[in-house]
T-cell receptor, first 113, second 113 residues
Framework: DGGITQSPKYLFRKEGQNVTLSCEQN?????MYWYRQDPGQGLRLIYY???????QKGDIAEGYSVSREKKESFPLTVTSAQKNPTAFYLC????????????FGPGTRLTVT | GENVEQHPSTLSVQEGDSAVIKCTYS??????FPWYKQELGKRPQLIID?????GEKKDQRIAVTLNKTAKHFSLHITETQPEDSAVYFC????????????FGTGTRLQVTL
């Protein structure tokens, strides 16, 4: 464990509020990723970033935003435009600017009511 | 884009038996195939991976085989133990800069005594 941290572990928000999930890594990895996990649906890619100040949309980017101002940090904002935000959110990183050997953080479980 | 299908969705085996999980992928350019194990409420952990220049890879009781012609790959667990009980995910990637992983929907493995 260690190397990739996500906070908080559990997060509760009211509908209509934006919320930002934290992801930090001290592995000196270039690439970072955000996934959403719902029961029975596996992991779906939200956004990813290979280098600082650059990121790409994944398969389900609508209603989410990210920034990559520092190599170590890749925060995810879940906006009020996201229709079904309640989910388990996982951050990952990989040493190369390619999708090899991704290592995951412990996740944040977001509940929106 | 890439599509990864995984079967079965649930698998129950007796302790000591073997377990096999199969995945197919659609993009013939994919060249990296990792497998992740996720215990309940925990982060996915990379357990083994294979690249397309290799047909089989083993690590103790775990092995992965790849058939590029048929575009499928499999995870084999021998001498299963109760601690092998978890959800297993396969994934595929084309590799290279700005590549991403596409995950299967997962297999819940239950090892019974």
């Amino acid at each position: 464990d260690g190397g990739i941290t996500q906070s908080p572990k559990y997060l509760f928000r009211k509908e209509g509020q934006n919320v930002t999930l934290s992801c930090e890594q001290n592995l000196n990895h270039d690439a970072m990723y955000w996934y959403r996990q719902d029961p029975g649906q596996g992991l779906r890619l939200i956004y990813y970033s290979q280098i600082v100040n650059d990121f790409q949309k994944g398969d389900i980017a609508e209603g989410y935003s990210v920034s990559r101002e520092k190599k170590e940090s890749f925060p995810l904002t879940v906006t009020s435009a996201q229709k079904n935000p309640t989910a388990f959110y996982l951050c990952a990183s990989s040493v190369q600017r390619a999708a090899y050997e991704q290592y995951f953080g412990p996740g944040t479980r977001l509940t929106v009511t | 884009g890439e599509n990864v299908e995984q079967h079965p969705s649930t698998l129950s085996v007796q302790e000591g038996d073997s377990a096999v999980i199969k995945c197919t992928y659609s993009d013939s350019a994919s060249n990296y195939f990792p497998w992740y194990k996720q215990e309940l409420g925990k982060r996915p952990q990379l357990i083994i991976d294979i690249r397309s220049n290799v047909g089989e890879k083993k690590d103790q009781r775990i092995a992965v085989t790849l058939n590029k012609t048929a575009k499928h790959f499999s995870l084999h667990i021998t001498e299963t133990q109760p601690e092998d009980s978890a959800v297993y995910f396969c994934a595929a990637s084309t590799g290279g800069t700005a590549s991403k992983l596409t995950f299967g929907t997962g297999t819940r493995l239950q090892v019974t005594l």
